[in-house]
């Protein structure tokens, strides 16, 4: 296989399981910045080892399984008492998390349908926030409200967001 | 996946936790919460699970929907208007402290719909095309490159916590770097390469690069920020979907890991060609930044962001510097580099000449001998002034001529601290933009010499051209003050105010300083008061030197 051949295979196999990385990812550090960083050195570290994918096996559980050992081990470079939940709890979630992230298709698919019905408003400021990456407290003071208003205001729109999916799934079910 | 209103609580200290903003007491909930069942472990996962999709896919959005580019500007006032009143009505986002959420309601069985194969989704097709993006840039390298000798051209000048791959793990300052080499790929810290025509490129990882040409690197992914001098220009900057010609300036560049590219001009200006380079060009000037589309190669206008790059860094003082242009002379007095680094309320001991923390004076009397500064590379000395002897106020033996005769007496070791002007008071009229501002208390007697040499070189890309600060002493105590200020530039006497009888009365010192000045001396002295029974000579003189700054240029 040459090289570009090898790339085009790593990305095609990554680009379906990207969303279910950053996922897990997620789960374990529960921070965005944090997260965000995480998921980028796991992209790099991916495609480093790829030659130790072994291909026609899960290459979802296998980029899971390399971003749990970055992960761990950038909770490692933190403090003790820079952990929140300590090593035992996050042991204890990864296992889940595994599981869990894996679902994580089939809820995009519905949330697409969901952020559909969204008015503007909402809309507006789930792309200001997410696609913009703009931080609650630089949205706030730019338009001089409190940062409490935009974090309910987020929060208020994910609730309806998953009380939408939960509402297919039980249809579809 | 459930949900039930009962626990919008829950929900909502899980949104807070995932977006930064719940506190500790908050933090302490959701981790006994969490302890408490596997249940709960599985609904923290389900909800981060949600919010994962959510954020991804609005990402996934970002030149799909018509929405985006009205939305990279501003939210319209009917956004905020409705907002506003949203907030009125709003309920408060309540952290439930003591109790733990019920459990049990958290626990129902879920049917999920059947795992389905799914075609690539709308995201996947996205990162997809994006990528492809990137294999062609590596290929376009090779083909349309002219055949390079594998030449030295550049040299790692310099890093700061710097991590390399495995290939590259030996690179260390002065290792020289050579064209059409391996790609590098700098895992953590900050590098700088200086090329042989006296271009200079700090990265930032995580990046990928390579030296195409002794006036040309390729960036994969990671941040590069250039300074080219006038002889160099033309040099250039490769990313998967631009080429960025410098036309004599400073620029940065980003490329993230989707293939997207960030440019920031911070000088001159740039000549960028995107995607299809016959029609997609565009000539960038000095503070304005741009982004091109991983996907169509279209330019954009983004904020444009003149801290976004670290533009230099220095081992030796572990600066970066993203260009600001001032260094805080408070921030060297708490250990500091001027650039943040410092300790608020750390200080130097005149007696030891070390950092210290509130170092008193406890042997009375002292004589007016220069101590030289070791904790700090910046800071060349220090002494308790006294004109009765000679006061030598440098390293190079600077004398201050005109120091008055003080008791030589001093209360305590000169400190960075955060203190609240009071402006009502003041001669000139303080910027009330925040009510702290830096400062460097010196109750009298105190003298300290900085070495402008080795402050320099903490941002050697800039002029350090001028010292501002405000003085005046502050109302720690209710009596009468009595203090002279002094600052000097190489035993030079620069500025003077003496008998400061009034507190919280601040006056404006602004000295130019040129490229020759070495030393840089703050004094305070006790206003010639006499000591007697009741105070000493330096009471109530608690003298600061507010925002001492020096202006970068």
């Known amino acids: 296989m040459t090289e570009k051949q090898r790339h085009r295979l790593f990305l095609s196999l990554y680009s379906k399981c990207q969303a279910r990385v950053y996922a897990f990812i997620l789960m374990l550090v529960h921070n965005n910045h944090d997260a965000d960083e995480i998921f980028q050195d796991t992209s790099v570290l991916l495609w480093e080892k790829f030659d130790q994918y072994e291909e026609g096996t899960n290459f979802g559980a296998w980029a899971v399984s390399i971003a749990k050992y970055q992960v761990f081990g950038h909770l490692r470079k933190k403090k003790k008492n820079e952990l929140t939940f300590g090593f035992d709890m996050m042991k204890s979630i990864a296992n889940i998390a595994e599981f869990e992230s894996s679902k994580i298709d089939t809820r995009i698919k519905l949330l697409e349908i969901c ?12 792309l200001l926030r997410y696609q913009q990456n703009m931080p609650v407290k630089k949205i706030a003071q730019r338009k001089g409200v409190s940062s409490g208003v935009i974090y ?22 | 996946m459930t949900h039930k ?11 807070l936790l995932l977006e930064g903003g719940l506190d500790e007491d908050g933090m302490q909930s959701i981790k006994t919460w969490l302890s408490s069942s596997p249940e709960a472990k599985k609904y923290y996962c389900e909800f981060i699970n949600d919010y994962a999709a959510m954020k991804y896919h609005v990402n996934s959005m970002i030149d799909t929907d018509e929405e985006a580019s009205s939305i990279a500007s501003e939210l319209d006032a009917e956004i905020w208007s409705s907002l506003a009143e949203y907030e009125k009505v709003a309920p408060v986002i309540e952290v439930n402290r003591k109790q733990p959420p019920p459990q049990r309601e958290l626990i129902q069985k879920v049917v999920y719909p059947p795992r389905e194969t799914r075609p690539i989704n709308k995201f996947s097709i996205i990162f997809l095309a994006l990528n492809v993006a990137a294999i062609l840039f590596l290929v376009f390298f090779l083909k349309f490159t002219p055949p390079q000798k594998t030449i030295e051209v550049a040299t790692v000048s310099d890093s700061i916590n710097a991590k390399w791959d495995d290939a590259n793990a030996s690179m260390r300052r002065g290792t020289r770097l050579i064209t059409m080499g391996n790609k590098m790929l700098l895992r953590e810290g900050l590098a700088e390469l200086t090329f042989d025509n006296h271009t200079k490129a700090v990265i930032e990882a995580p990046a990928e690069f390579q030296i195409l040409a002794d006036d040309r690197i390729g960036m994969m992914y990671g941040k590069i920020y250039t300074t080219v001098p006038p002889n160099a220009v033309g040099f250039s900057v490769y990313t998967p979907n631009a ?9 940065g560049v980003q490329v993230d890991f989707n293939g997207n590219t960030q440019l920031s001009v911070q000088k001159g200006k740039i000549m960028l060609l995107a995607g299809d380079v016959s029609t997609n060009k565009d000539e960038v000037l000095a503070g304005v930044a741009k982004r091109i589309s991983g996907t169509t190669g279209e ?32 921030d060297i007095v708490g250990g500091g580099n001027g650039l943040g680094t410092g300790k608020v309320d750390m200080g130097i001991d005149p007696i030891s000449g070390t950092l210290t923390k509130s170092a008193a004076n406890n042997n009375g009397i002292t004589i007016n001998e220069y101590r030289p500064v070791l904790s700090t590379p910046f800071i060349d000395g220090i002494f308790i002034p006294n004109g009765r002897m000679k006061q030598i106020i440098s390293s190079k033996g600077h004398i201050f001529k005109e120091c008055p005769i003080t008791s030589g007496d001093w209360f305590i070791s000169p400190e960075n601290v955060m203190r609240t002007l009071d402006s009502e008071l003041t001669q000139d009229p303080v910027d009330s933009g925040s009510p702290f501002v830096p400062c460097i ?16 070189s903490i941002v050697p890309e800039a002029k350090t051209v001028r010292f501002r600060s405000k003085i005046g002493v502050g109302s720690e105590t209710d009596r009468q003050c009595n ?9 030079e006497l620069r500025y003077k105010k003496t008998r400061i009888i009034e507190k919280e009365k601040y006056y404006s010192v602004d000295i130019k300083l040129s490229e020759n000045d070495r030393f840089l001396t703050l004094v305070t002295t006790d206003g010639g ?25």
Not at chain 1, 152 to 173: E, I
Not at chain 2, 5 to 15: G, K, R
Not at chain 2, 441 to 456: C, E, F, K, S
Not at chain 2, 483 to 491: C, I, N, P, R, S
Request: proline fraction near 1%; charged fraction near 25%; glycine fraction near 4%.
């Open chain 1, 115 to 126: 952020l559909n019905k969204l008015d503007h408003v909402g809309r507006s400021l789930l």
């Open chain 1, 152 to 173: 309910r205001k987020l929060s208020k729109l994910f609730d309806a967001l998953r009380r939408c999916v939960n509402l297919s799934v039980s249809h579809q079910s």
């Open chain 2, 5 to 15: 209103n009962n626990n919008t609580n829950l929900d909502n200290m899980l949104f």
């Open chain 2, 243 to 251: 080429k960025v010609i410098d036309m004599g300036t400073e620029f």
């Open chain 2, 299 to 330: 330019i954009s206008d983004i904020e444009f962001r003149s801290d976004y790059f670290v533009r230099g860094i220095n081992s030796e003082s572990n600066s970066i510097w993203r260009g600001q242009s001032t260094i805080n002379l408070a």
């Open chain 2, 441 to 456: 208390v010196m109750h009298a007697n105190m003298g300290i010499t900085y070495d402008l040499q080795a402050i320099r």
């Open chain 2, 483 to 491: 203090a002279d200020f002094w600052v000097l530039v190489d035993g």
């Open chain 2, 529 to 553: 008061d006499l000591e007697d029974q009741a105070y000493t000579s330096i009471d109530s003189d608690w003298c600061r030197y507010a925002e001492p700054t020096l202006i970068l240029e």
